[in-house]
Each structure stands twice: as C-alpha cells, then as structure tokens.
C-alpha cells in the first residue's frame, strides 16, 4: 500500500509540473560527452538503491544498406550476451544476478537498446561488465553459427502470424529505396545465409559498436558525477570509429498500391498505410499527427463508435504515425467482422480524414486531446526503468534526450489549422499503400 501511495504521490508531481507549463520530465537531465564521443546521461530520482542502466546504440535495420546482409542490428542483441574471454556468459550473467539485475535488450528500425535495473550500489559493476563486452565481445564461428540458426528458429515462429506477414510484405511493397523497407529481422534470404557471414558480422561489430554511435542513460539512485568517473574509468579509453553509413532516400510515391494474403485463420483485416514524416522536434507536424490520430482514432472517437460500437462493421480499428529518424508511415489498422465491409469502412476512413482537410476539429475537443496526451505520458514515467526507456526513445530519433521535453512542449502549440495542414499534407492516395487479409483470393479495396 505505501508504495502505491508514493506511485501515485510522484505521479501527481509529474501531472502538476506538465499543467504548470514545465517541463515533462520534471527532472534535470545531466550530459557528459567523453572525448571519444560517447554520451552519458544521467537522471536522478528519488527510488532508494534502484537504478535503471541503459545503453542505446543508434543502429538498427536502417542502417542496413549493404545487399545479401540484412538483419544483422537484431543479430547483434543476440550476440551480445555470448561473453568475453574475461567474461564469459555463464560468468556474466552470475555476476549480473548478484547485483539484483537481469540483462536484456531490443532492437529497432532505428536503434538497439540493452538495459538493467538493479542495485544502485553495484553500478560499478554494471558499467565494468558493460564496458568489456561492448569493447570486447568475443564469439567463435561455432557460437556465430549456433544463434544464427536461432535467430532463423525467430523468425519462422513469428513469420507464422499472418500479421508479421502482412507487415514485411507492406513495407516491402510502400518502399522502394529506403531501409525501411526490410523489417528489424531482415529479408529471409539473408537470415538463411546468415550463418555463412561470420566475417562480416566482425565487419558489423567493428563499424558500430563505436562510442561515438552510443548513449548510456543512467537513472535512479545516483549522481551525475559518480556515473561520470564510472563511465571515464570503463568507456573512456573505447576507440572512436571512422564509419558512416549513407542511407539511400525514398523516392516519392506517386499513386496508391495495393497488396493482399490470402489468409482465412484470422479475421478480416485492413490496414491503410500513408507515407509520412520523419520525427522532428524543431517542426510541429508529428505532434500535429499525434493529436489527429488519437482525435480521429482513438476509442472515444466518433469513428471508432459508429464502425465498432454502432454498425459493428470491425473488431478493432487504430491509427498513428511511425516515430522514426526518416519518413516513415502513418498506419491505419482495421479488424473486420466481415470481408464484405472492408470498401465500405476504407471510404468511411477516408471520409472522416477528408472532413479534417475542410472542417478541422472541435477546438474543445483539441484542448482536451493534448492535455489527456500529455497526462497519460506524465503519469506513466514514475520509476527509473520508464524513465530510461523514454529517454533512449528520444536518444534514437535525435540523439539529445530533451528531445522528450521539447516534443511535449509542442503539444500546446498545436493549433485547428495545425492539425486540418497535416491531414491534407499526409493523407493523399498517391502516398497510400493498402494492405488486406482476407480468405479471399483478391482484397478488391481501392
């Protein structure tokens, strides 16, 4: 019970600081840059012995460009935890345990982020197993080959969703150039000729795990000037790369594409997938999105009611905008009851974004949306482990983790016009690619 009251009691510091026109994150944010380049941030917080450690490498599939070696960023968070000669994994993850933590770690479009959260008390001990194996990480072709197989065993399990299908068949189809067109996993072909690429995955290593592409977010129980001399003492002597990589831009759409599975065990699904904007936090056009979205979208909306709870045209229906460091897509998801319905809701869509193009939305509405926005984010960062994955979010798109206060704070400068420019900016069918499930042989959506 107290712990619920001291959540709630911080929580309602953070909902109180947002309304009085500070910053979200009612915090200091403390930077240090080491010569090399790597980026420490810190974040103190009142949790007694409790500290989050994150470190966000600024590579994911994006950065991908090479032909025959995709997914090889979400290889890497697999083979991060095979160990060093100083610290082998079973050695490691003994070590971790006796600080109270347990090692993890995901990967994106844009980043791969590894985290812990233990005892504020052992941080030395963090930092000196992270330090080895991000400068040390050592594998034979034999361990190379063996989570290679594994990482084939994850995708032929997840690649059994026709969700994930239809997801690495609609980004393949809405891009032409960009990386953005293979998923975190990578094209399959590639994954089945992983095993033969030990060389290169020493090539990969070599490239991007460099301190210059990382971020270490510490937050919790400590001060800005303990991680420093931590970080000093295990990262400062890491050699800076040299390796830049070009990411090839996506030519504009020019008309709407279509694209459809076969596929009769799920219900009927839609998805309406437009070509949108990269994030910014200097530009007002993804929070503009986000505000339309939740207004057009969101289960309050008169859409959801009239699809959902009134006709009981679909199962589910949600929107939103991908936040990614180039553009990327704005993606409408329909589940249906029938197959049949699937024009008929697309036009209903499509009716609704068009009504924001003319009529904008209530201004009471507008008020309401980006205040519930930045409530709901403000009484969800309360401990150190929400706090350090919410900077690492901000870290990946721009680099700067008060990117997080910045966006926020354009939240309020939202304005009709605002929204009623995106719609029409955003919402064009020579920028949409639609994606249908069905048993059907054809999606017949247009």
Partial sequence: ??????????????????????????????????????????????????????????VGSRNEVEEGVTGFAHFFEHMMFRGTDKFPKEKYSAILKSTGAAANANTSNDRTVYHMTGNANKLGIMFELEADRFQNLNYSVHGFKTEAGAVKGEYTKNYASPYQQINEKMRDTAFDKHTYKHTTMGFFEDIVDMPNQYDYSRTFFKRFYRPEYCT???????????????????????????????????????????????????????????????????????????????????????????????????????????????PNLFSIQASFVSKADMQYVKDEIVKALEKVKTAGVDPKILAKTKSNLKYSFAMSIDNPDRIANSLCHYIMLTGDPESLNKLYAFYDKVTVDDVKMVAKKYFVPEGLTIATISEDENGGVK
């Fill in 1 to 58: 019970m107290k712990l619920k009251l001291l959540s709630g009691f911080l929580s309602l510091i953070f909902v109180s600081s947002v309304f009085a026109g500070e910053k979200i994150l009612p915090y200091p944010i403390h930077q240090h840059k080491l010569d090399n380049g790597l980026n420490v941030v810190t974040v103190p917080f009142d949790s007694p012995d409790l500290a989050a450690f994150y470190i966000v490498v600024r």
């Fill in 216 to 326: 270490i977010v510490v937050v919790g129980d400590v001060t800005a000037e303990k991680v420093n001399k931590l970080a000093e003492k295990h990262f400062g002597d890491w050699e800076r790369g040299d390796y830049n990589t070009t990411i090839p831009s996506e030519p504009a759409q020019k008309e709407t594409r279509t694209l459809h599975l076969q596929n009769g065990a799920i219900p009927p699904y839609m998805g309406l997938n437009y070509k949108g904007p990269a994030f910014s936090d200097k530009e007002i056009d993804m929070p503009a999105l986000d505000v339309l979205s939740s207004i057009v979208f969101s289960r309050t909306s008169d859409l959801y009611k009239k699809l959902v709870f009134e006709e009981r045209k679909l199962r589910f229906l949600g929107g939103g905008a991908f936040d990614s460091r180039d």
